[in-house]
């Protein structure tokens, strides 16, 4: 069978018979010598068009190796070798096996007996995700760690909140790191201004999952989750980050056109950037966000007093008082005042709560709980129960915990 070169050769040559094509116009419209065409036109006046066909089409190649080295390299990589790629097996059977095989020239042996896949082959697609309709339906968040003001200021974490029907960003927080504090002041805030939307979508950072399935404590929910359950808000971790490719691209666009900005503005810490933030997020909103498919608003109107919010998004974990009115907290052992109230609190769970040192409306607090105004921690040698320092601790009964009737030892 001719080759789309061969038959172009044919045409040139008959042309050159013809008359109407002179020995040197072929061989520049063949890219040839006009010797090489002299060679052509006498073997297509022999042998007519099929001489034209090179004479090793279809033959083994003069420098091609033997078809035992490639079977004998190819059982090796079989059995020895199965999950090497081409690179390091065409080392491995040269050095270990004194067989001289080019990378390629392997790599095209083991495609061909399915012993290896190609960059094609290997690459996956993710399914596209339709947005949800609806604003408030779910809002993706995460935290991008970035220099976000460059040289100027230490690296920090941005939190991004955007509205997944929308592509709105609904709330924008400079914090150190992230951590279930820097999430509960996001959430607090974003709450405070939007309500409550109907699910987040996150990773399956600590945050969000417990990722150890033999986790002591927790019922098997991170502090977070727990507020968010509280709140009737549900939370839904992604697989991947190709499904949260929202908030993905949001963090992207913004490590991009935020940090231009910041720097326009002199901003150099992150008081200040998140004093920047508000209107960055609105003038952002208007370039970016687009409108839902349906009209309806599904945030939630959260109808809480300011200390029931405070009561919820905090670190909150249960302990067994025991009947010497003792309790274990943070490897330590505390021991409470005797008193009308706090000894009926023998042989039953208390929620310890810790409240964050940056709110002002936390610290100092007295919970609407009658334990909460007479329970103290006896002991002046005792360390201070939070973990950091201003964090205001509150004992209190559990309204959701267990209350056993022998009381036991921990």
């Not at 081409?86 to 042996?109: N, Q, S, Y």
């Not at 083991?110 to 190609?118: F, H, I, K, N, Y």
């Not at 010497?324 to 943070?330: A, G």
Request: proline residues 4%; positive net charge; charged residues 25%.
């Amino acid at each position: 069978m001719m080759s789309e070169r061969d038959l172009k050769r044919m045409e040139v040559l008959t042309e050159v018979l013809a008359g109407r094509r002179s020995v040197a116009s072929a061989a520049i419209v063949l890219s040839v010598g006009v010797r090489q065409v002299h060679r052509l036109l006498i073997r297509y006046r022999e042998d007519g068009g099929g001489a034209l066909i090179h004479k090793g089409r279809g033959q083994a190649s003069n420098h091609g190796l033997s078809p035992g080295i490639r079977k004998y390299a190819l059982e090796l990589v079989r059995t020895r070798y199965a999950d090497f790629g081409p690179t390091l097996a065409t080392e491995v059977l040269f050095d270990k096996h004194a067989i001289k095989v080019g990378r390629e020239t392997l790599r095209t042996w083991m495609v061909e007996d399915g012993l290896w896949l190609s960059r094609k082959q290997r690459r996956s697609f993710h399914q596209p995700r339709l947005r949800r309709e609806s604003y408030g339906e779910l809002v993706q968040i995460d935290g991008s760690d970035h220099r976000w003001f460059e040289n100027r200021g230490e690296p920090c974490t941005l939190l991004v909140f955007i509205d997944d029907a929308t592509s709105r960003l609904m709330q924008l927080r400079f914090v150190p790191s992230e951590s279930t504090d820097s999430y509960f002041e996001a959430l607090h805030e974003y709450l405070k201004v939007h309500g409550c939307p109907v699910a987040f979508y996150s990773d399956k950072h600590t945050v969000f999952r417990v990722n150890k399935p033999d986790a002591q404590g927790g019922q098997g929910m991170t502090q977070f989750g727990r507020a968010l359950a509280e709140l009737n808000i549900e939370i839904l971790c992604a697989n991947s980050s190709q499904a949260k490719g929202r908030v993905e691209r949001a963090n992207r666009t913004l490590q991009d056109r935020l940090v231009k900005e910041l720097r326009l503005a002199g901003i150099c810490d992150i008081k200040a950037g998140n004093a920047f933030l508000p209107k960055f997020r609105e003038r952002f909103n208007q370039r970016f966000a687009v409108l839902a498919v349906k009209p309806e608003d599904l945030h939630r109107t959260l109808n809480l007093p300011a200390s029931r919010l405070t009561d919820i998004l905090c670190h909150r974990e249960q302990r067994y008082v025991g009947a010497q009115l003792t309790l274990s907290y943070d490897r330590k052992q505390i021991n409470l005042d005797r008193s009308q109230i706090s000894e009926k609190l023998a042989g039953r769970y208390v929620d310890l709560t810790t409240s964050q040192p940056d709110r002002s409306k936390c610290v100092g607090t007295v919970s609407r709980f009658p334990i909460a105004s007479s329970a103290r921690i006896s002991g002046s040698a005792i360390p201070p129960l939070s973990r950091t320092s201003g964090l205001a601790m509150r004992l209190r009964s559990s309204r959701h915990s267990r209350i056993s009737s022998t009381p036991r030892r921990l």
